[in-house]
T-cell receptor, first 112, second 113 residues
Framework: TQLLEQSPQFLSIQEGENLTVYCNSS?????LQWYRQEPGEGPVLLVT?????EVKKLKRLTFQFGDARKDSSLHITAAQPGDTGLYLC????????????FGPGTSLSVIP | DSGVTQTPKHLITATGQRVTLRCSPR?????VYWYQQSLDQGLQFLIQ???????AKGNILERFSAQQFPDLHSELNLSSLELGDSALYFC????????????FGPGTRLTVL
């Protein structure tokens, strides 16, 4: 069974703090996506990483794909209340075309 | 706006009933995915269609079925509904490229009373 694990499950921080959330698996992924979901809405794609060791930046968000393409991290600098939401990672399994698995998510709350 | 549309937005029905949820993918996308999200289960993959054919199956119950039509829109049919089927149902689409980026619709909130 292919699984994606995310940690921490819940995170509550003050505005202005930095944070990192993690996404781990024993499977190798051909690509990995990060999504953010707000309550009652569909997940919104933030980024896709493809190459092992790749780092992508999106304003205050930094995404890294592990060298072995089995894990990823999302770092947020100077968090703002607008960053509040559920962060989901999703991996495209290398050996199965179009098969994507989602992690359980990290629920982030940024307190003003 | 992701370009994926879902109808209806809300659906309230009774146990034992049957409902149909509809999804139109982004223009040009060939893959449609269906997900169920409840508070205690997270986002659960149900089924995927690619260009009209079933591509992958996840945790989809036998009471549930789906199809993708020639115009690429998709329907998810839920029958013999139970209280536990109450959830948000999302449709997502992708072009089917190797990147597998999915674009999600706004969801249908199903309440079974």
């Amino acid at each position: 069974t292919q699984l994606l694990e995310q940690s921490p499950q819940f995170l509550s921080i003050q505005e202005g703090e930095n944070l990192t959330v993690y996404c781990n698996s024993s499977s190798v992924f051909s690509s990995l996506q990060w999504y953010r979901q707000e309550p009652g809405e569909g997940p919104v794609l933030l980024v896709t990483v493809v190459t092992g060791g790749e780092v992508k930046k999106l304003k205050r968000l930094t995404f890294q794909f592990g060298d072995a393409r089995k894990d990823s991290s999302l770092h947020i600098t100077a968090a703002q209340p607008g960053d509040t939401g559920l962060y989901l990672c999703a991996g495209a399994v290398e050996t199965s075309y179009d098969k994507v698995i989602f992690g359980p998510g990290t629920s982030l709350s940024v307190i003003p | 706006d992701s370009g994926v549309t879902q109808t209806p937005k809300h659906l309230i029905t009774a146990t034992g009933q049957r409902v149909t949820l509809r999804c139109s993918p982004r223009s040009g996308d060939l893959s449609v995915y269906w997900y169920q999200q409840s508070l205690d289960q997270g986002l659960q993959f149900l089924i995927q269609y690619y260009n009209g054919e079933e591509r992958a199956k996840g945790n989809i119950l036998e009471r549930f079925s789906a199809q993708q039509f020639p115009d690429l829109h998709s329907e998810l049919n839920l029958s013999s509904l139970e209280l536990g089927d109450s959830a948000l149902y999302f449709c997502a689409s992708s072009v089917g490229s190797s990147y597998n980026e999915q674009f999600f619709g706004p969801g249908t909130r199903l309440t079974v009373l």
